[in-house]
């Protein structure tokens, strides 16, 4: 899996806000944080706000906060909301990749690569990542 930096910046912005809860995180403060270009990071927030993974409140106090809890948003919602789909084989979803001949099994090993990143990705929640950092590494 390639994790590109759209999708870093993303999960870093999710936890920063998610750290922050109940409090609104402004684009500015989190650019500066983590470090991210905030030009490159207000993208990425309409992305995660167009996803439903962040709502944003206009005007002098305004700024970002989780639609919903930390514990129900996962790793890859964020990825997929700023990525899209999490495998790709030549640029098309997983599952559309015919072979023949020889090569015939390889799609399956595709798939099977594509449900072992699920299964890390899908079952990892920012909240259990902004509380139990070193727990992820002993899952997997």
Same mark, same amino acid.
């Given at each position: 899996?390639?994790?590109? !930096?759209?999708? &870093?910046?993303?999960?870093? /912005?999710? *936890?920063?806000? %998610? #750290?922050?809860?109940?409090?609104?995180?402004? $684009? #500015?403060?989190? #650019?500066? !944080? +983590?470090?991210?270009?905030?030009?490159?990071? +207000?993208?990425?927030?309409?992305?995660?706000?167009?996803? =439903?993974?962040?709502?944003?409140?206009?005007?002098? &106090? =305004? =700024?970002?906060? *989780? %639609?919903?809890? /930390? $514990?129900?948003?996962?790793?890859?919602?964020?990825?997929? !909301?700023?990525?899209?789909? *999490?495998?790709?084989?030549?640029?098309?979803?997983?599952?559309? $990749?015919?072979?023949? =001949?020889?090569?015939?099994?390889?799609?399956?090993?595709?798939? /099977?690569?594509?449900? %072992?990143?699920?299964?890390?990705?899908?079952?990892?929640?920012? #909240?259990?990542?902004?509380?139990?950092?070193?727990?992820?590494?002993?899952? /997997?």
């Amino acid at each position: 899996m390639y994790v590109s !930096a759209r999708t &870093d910046y993303a999960v870093r /912005a999710m *936890l920063a806000v %998610a #750290a922050d809860h109940p409090h609104l995180v402004k $684009a #500015a403060g989190l #650019a500066g !944080a +983590q470090d991210i270009p905030l030009s490159f990071l +207000q993208g990425i927030l309409l992305d995660l706000r167009r996803a =439903g993974l962040l709502h944003s409140h206009r005007g002098v &106090d =305004g =700024g970002y906060a *989780l %639609a919903r809890p /930390a $514990a129900d948003i996962t790793v890859g919602d964020v990825v997929r !909301a700023v990525g899209g789909a *999490l495998t790709t084989v030549r640029g098309l979803p997983t599952g559309n $990749a015919t072979y023949h =001949g020889v090569a015939t099994g390889l799609r399956d090993v595709w798939l /099977a690569v594509e449900h %072992a990143i699920e299964g890390v990705v899908d079952n990892t929640t920012l #909240a259990e990542l902004a509380h139990h950092p070193a727990s992820i590494e002993e899952t /997997a």
